[in-house]
Every structure is written in structure tokens, then in C-alpha cells.
């Protein structure tokens, strides 16, 4: 399954090895989970990392390698409403490459979360790792 991460799961993921964004780094070997982010994802992840010192910017060197960077989509041939414009392409771009778009940017995605856009999920980690469990594929 091809799971987008959000630039707010991947910091999660670097800030602390105990949350549900940390486990998508250790269940993707055994699930088969293409964890993916783009060129723009990573790119607000490195301009935020520094905020955080040292050992979480460690974490996230560590944690890169396991990530599937995929191209920027920056359009798309069907009508999309959304009013975010910083968030625009990660949406895109999850349409264009992901099963699901994992998130915990509860402003921007307010109105999404919990739903689908033109078929894909975008849910928050704990929300996915929750449906994977009681689909018994965890």
C-alpha cells in the first residue's frame, strides 16, 4: 500500500519514537507499506528540523533513507476545491501516487480528515494504524 506522509507526520515521527508516527517507520518493512513523500514535503521537514535540535535531527537522517521520494504533482485533469494553497501539492501529489494521505495538520486538512478525496483516505496516523489492526493486517 502506498501511504503518503504529511510534512507534520514525518516531525512527529523525527520529535518522538514512541507516537503513531514513528510506528508507520516500523511497520512498513513487515506490511509492505511504501511510505512516500515528495520533493516539497521534505522540503518543509529540513526547513523545520533545525528547530528542534540535535537529537531530532538525527532522527530524521536516520529515518529519510526508508521514505519513497515520489515527483511533485502540481495539477490535476479533475476539479479540486481546496483552500489551502501551502497544502495544495502534498494533496496532489498523494492523489497522484498514494492509497492514502496520512496527516496531523488538523487546520489545513479540518475539513478532510476522516474522509476521502476522490477516493483516497486522509487520516490521521493513529486513525489508519486503528483501521489496519482491526483489518488484522497488523
Keep these: ?3 503518503f506522509c504529511d510534512t507534520s507526520v514525518l516531525l512527529a515521527a523525527a520529535i518522538s519514537s514512541e507516537g503513531a508516527s514513528r ?9 509492505g507499506w511504501d511510505l512516500m513523500a515528495s520533493p516539497w514535503v521534505v522540503g518543509e521537514v529540513e526547513h523545520n528540523i533545525p528547530k528542534f535540535g540535535f537529537e531530532v535531527s538525527e532522527a530524521w537522517q536516520r529515518l529519510a533513507p526508508q ?5 511533485d504533482v502540481v495539477s490535476l485533469d479533475r476539479a479540486l476545491v481546496f483552500p489551502v494553497p501551502k497544502d495544495r501539492p502534498v494533496l496532489v501529489t498523494a492523489l497522484a501516487w498514494a492509497d492514502v494521505l496520512i496527516t496531523l495538520d488538523h487546520a489545513d486538512f ?13 487520516m490521521l496516523p493513529s486513525e489508519f494504524l486503528t483501521r489496519e489492526r482491526t483489518a488484522g493486517r497488523i
Design 1 to 3: 500500500m502506498n501511504v
Design 67 to 71: 521514505l519513497s521520494i515520489v515527483t
Design 23 to 31: 510506528a508507520f517507520f516500523e511497520y512498513a518493512p513487515r506490511t
Design 110 to 122: 479540518v475539513n478532510l480528515l476522516g474522509s476521502a478525496c476522490y477516493g483516497m483516505p486522509i
